[in-house]
């Protein structure tokens, strides 16, 4: 039967509510493009707006940060913090994928003045102190991840998935987080490219649309965390472009000095050589300024700035600096020189250039300029978030693809092995090549890096990345478990190849997985694109499985081998 619904009668006198109401934001231009761009969008008004809402950015570039308007609020649960098992690990921090759980630091004013009901505990190494995690519910999408990787104190965790509605309140304490001070001085204690270092400095990548657990984000945001401030990235197209920047917002963003990464996307095929060509404009522009420059240096009051300047011109961690205090003397100056080089100081400092893909463009339809770019020379770093699948495109076979796992044109199981992209690279000798699974080992995942962007040449970064693709049995909230799993079955292999070590007299290889403890065709059997094909075709799917754990046997002998070979190189 039927049940009448009464319906209020004041909605007769019912008015349209403004839910979408203009914000006011700092940045004049922000917040223009939030206003009159993606609020409108994201309200499904986009048809409404006139050309001339979008004059000003004809030039295709969009202000950085919008993503931090959004405030979805799509999770139905969000991590909860306790301090009373928390051992200040910041490991949550490391592989939140949207930047939405983050360590705080207060001084003993900071915390007085905190909201309501914010929590805190003493830190440690620093007693005047006080340590905190904070969470974006709003921004959060709910994946676990955090809760899952938290060590906890006497097998209670300190981060517990709970309602997100009932304690969206401690929304406030992370809007309060984002503005507190910067505390450097921890730095000289926790060392920025460590684990719990790096997790002290602010994300320049932030409430990304990327997939709950998704497994490339937490790679990027480290990334930004490390040399965000002077970053240039040209993105393959893919699913790191997707989250990296669809309009109407970006979640690539800036620090409190106004600086984050300078994000462009090109075609899927040439990311590789449109950041070659970001590199050599930037050589180009650098050079004829250090032409000027050169000029300047026997003027007394700029002597010792150029001196810097040029000692470290070369290495960005110190350019930076160099550069602020080239632009200070600079600007005391009073001639046609100096004030052309200011026109410029964008230009001034060393830059982290970065090629951003999937393995769908690096090992497929890329590979050409990738390999060109790395032969260069040029010190370039690359980072291949390697999902074995082309994801964004739903799903289909790629090189990186392996043996027996099941994918669009690859239903009946993937019949040859995956590319060994790694191996190939390292052939060239002067390319930093690394492979890492941040899950399986934090450590190793930010030393990889932070090597990488250091050596002055070229670097490529291959990175375990589980995706949706993969249907991982216990879901995407334990993506970091399973890259733990992947490196203890024998699956992936974590190592690192850096050719400076080599005229140290060291080997330049080192073999960071130990060798497989876990049984492989269980982790196999884990995830629905191996698995789908037992319940299929269990024959095949057997035949397949066993030529899958003899390859990961015979690569990991492989890796033993290069191990001894290096070894043997350096005496």
Same mark, same amino acid.
Request: charged residues 20%; proline residues 5%; aromatic residues 10%.
């Given at each position: ?57 004809? !030039? ?20 909860? =913090?306790?301090?009373? #098992? ?93 503005? +507190? ?22 994300? +320049? ?14 790679? &990027? ?87 810097? =300047? ?8 110190? #350019? ?28 001034? &400092?060393?830059?982290?250039? =970065? ?14 300029? +990738? ?32 043996? &027996? ?14 590319? !060994?992209? &790694? ?109 789908? +094909? ?38």
């Amino acid at each position: 039967g039927f049940t009448e619904v009464e319906i209020p009668k004041d909605w007769i006198d019912a008015v349209d509510e403004e839910i979408h109401k203009p914000l006011s934001i700092e940045n004049e231009n922000l917040e223009s493009f939030v206003n009159n761009i993606q609020i409108p969008v994201n309200a499904q008004l986009g048809n409404s707006l006139p050309v001339s809402a979008f004059m000003k950015y004809s !030039d295709g570039s969009i202000p950085s940060g919008s993503s931090a308007f959004e405030r979805r609020g799509i999770a139905a649960d969000s991590p909860v =913090w306790n301090p009373d #098992n928390c051992i200040q690990c910041n490991r949550c921090s490391l592989v939140c994928p949207h930047a939405v759980v983050r360590p705080v630091i207060m001084t003993n004013e900071e915390k007085d003045n905190a909201p309501l009901g914010m929590k805190s505990l003493p830190m440690i190494g620093f007693p005047d102190y006080h340590f905190g995690i904070v969470i974006s519910s709003l921004d959060c999408q709910g994946c676990g991840s955090c809760a899952n990787v938290c060590p906890g104190k006497k097998n209670e965790k300190a981060l517990t998935m709970k309602n997100m509605v009932e304690n969206s309140g401690q929304q406030a304490y992370f809007d309060y987080g984002k503005t +507190l001070s910067p505390k450097d001085e921890v730095f000289g204690k926790y060392k920025e490219d460590s684990v719990k270092g790096s997790q002290f400095k602010q994300p +320049l990548l932030e409430f990304s649309g990327a997939c709950a657990g998704c497994g490339e984000t937490p790679y &990027a945001k480290l990334v930004t965390q490390l040399f965000g401030d002077r970053m240039y990235i040209a993105n393959a197209t893919g699913c790191s472009s997707i989250w990296g920047n669809s309009v109407p917002s970006t979640p690539y963003t800036v620090n409190a000095q106004g600086k984050g990464p300078v994000w462009s996307n090109s075609l899927f095929e040439d990311a590789a050589e449109f950041g070659y060509g970001m590199k050599l404009a930037q050589n180009a522009v650098r050079d004829g300024l250090r032409e000027k420059i050169i000029g300047l240096e026997s003027r007394e009051s700029l002597s010792a700035v150029i001196k810097e =300047w040029l000692d470290t011109f070369e290495i960005g961690a110190l #350019n930076g600096s160099a550069t602020d205090n080239l632009i200070a003397a600079l600007e005391q100056e009073d001639n046609e020189i100096a004030t052309n080089i200011l026109d410029n100081r964008e230009y001034l &400092a060393k830059k982290s250039q =970065w090629i951003f893909g999937g393995d769908g463009w690096a090992y497929d339809i890329g590979f050409g300029g +990738l390999d060109h770019v790395l032969a260069s020379g040029q010190d370039i770093n690359i980072i291949v978030f390697d999902t074995e699948v082309y994801s964004n495109t739903g799903g289909q076979s790629s090189k990186a693809t392996p043996l &027996a796992a099941t994918a669009k044109f690859a239903a009946g199981g993937k019949t040859v092995k995956k590319k !060994d992209l &790694a191996s190939m690279v390292m052939t060239y000798g002067y390319v930093y090549v690394a492979q890492i699974a941040m899950g399986a080992d934090y450590n190793q995942c930010v030393k990889a890096i932070a090597e990488a962007e250091s050596y002055p040449g070229p670097s490529l970064i291959i990175a375990y990345a589980p995706c949706i693709n993969h249907g991982l049995k216990f879901g995407m909230g334990k993506s970091q478990t399973e890259e733990a799993d992947a490196v203890a079955a024998g699956y992936w292999h974590c190592f690192r190849f850096n050719p400076e070590l080599l005229a140290q007299g060291k080997s330049p290889f080192s073999l960071d997985s130990k060798a497989p403890t876990a049984d492989y065709k269980e982790f196999l059997n884990g995830e629905v694109r191996y698995n789908s +094909l037992v319940r299929s075709n269990p024959e095949k799917a057997a035949e397949l499985y066993e030529k899958s754990k003899q390859s990961s046997v015979e690569k990991y002998e492989y890796l033993n081998k290069l191990v001894t070979l290096y070894s043997e190189t350096k005496e």
